[in-house]
């Protein structure tokens, strides 16, 4: 068994349900792929001149990609400015000149090593002086990136640089980077506290009851970020990852004051249509009494205030 494995997403997703999605339901004429169809995410232009600002900030590069200032600190959040993650080409350019964050940044948090979240060509960018924070077990990856100050975290560990504290906290997920290595590191996400709020980033997970303990455990959070993308289909993606209802129900049981939607729009990775999460979580938000000012969904690119 595998050192974290007793920790993983149940059931296990592994070569023979990929077959079935990919090959078999299609032939049964089940699992259809929705093709790219046009959808153009929503982007503003944004030169990062608005990094090395002090008052607390922050802007959607993409995917689970967020650039904060919290705590005196600016904290890129899974850091990926990659074209393409394999045949799969980057469909929104980045939300931030990499030059422009590399310049300011002084915190890297890295959820776990799946490649459109631990990008070793976007660490060799960033470059040796962040301080990367990992789970256990990522930091060999990042040291073959470049990267020389490496914290490792197991779930409720602490890190403190200046003002902001770094909390590893649980996830429900797994890790793989090589087909010999799953569960090998560890994953999770992770609650940045500043004087200025909380906030909170869950990497990849699905919806679990510690959504709850991380609430009880870590006090109030002003800004959850939340994965709303890849999810169908259902019958696959439901063990380790949200869809946007789920996501809007684990929005409440961490008790937060604004969702900020990650994790869609900038690869396609499954079925559902490109554009179809937004609507969805507008949806949920609409029929739950929540508005725009408690569910934030980004265009790529762009900044907002944080104000708890």
Known sequence: MARFSHLA?????????????????????????????????????NTGAHLGETSPHVTWVGHATFVLRLGGKLVATDPNWAPAMGPR??????????????????????????????????????????????????????HAAGAKKVVELDWWEKHREGELQVTLVPARHWSMRMPWDRNRALWGGFVLEGPEGTAYHSGDTAMFDGFAEIADRVGPIDWAMLPIGAYAPRWFMKPQHMCPEEAGAAFEALGAKHL?????????????????????????AAQNGYGDDRVWIFDVGETRRLRP
Do not use: C
Request: proline share 11%.
């Open 9 to 45: 997403t149940r059931p296990q997703r592994g070569l023979q349900h990929i077959l079935k999605w990919k090959i078999v339901n299609p032939v049964l004429g089940r699992d259809h792929s929705a093709p790219v169809d046009g959808f153009e995410t929503p982007a503003v232009e």
């Open 260 to 284: 900020l939607a990650m994790h869609w729009g900038t690869f396609k990775l499954t079925d559902e249509p490109l554009g179809e999460p937004p609507l969805l979580l507008r949806k949920w």
């Open 89 to 142: 080409r980057r469909l929104s350019k980045p939300g931030l000149p990499i030059g422009a964050v590399r310049e300011h940044v002084d915190v890297v948090v890295v959820t776990h090593n799946h490649r459109d979240h631990l990008d070793q060509g976007t660490i060799r960018r960033l470059g040796p002086e962040p301080t990367y924070v990992v789970p256990l077990g990522n930091a060999p990856a990042l």
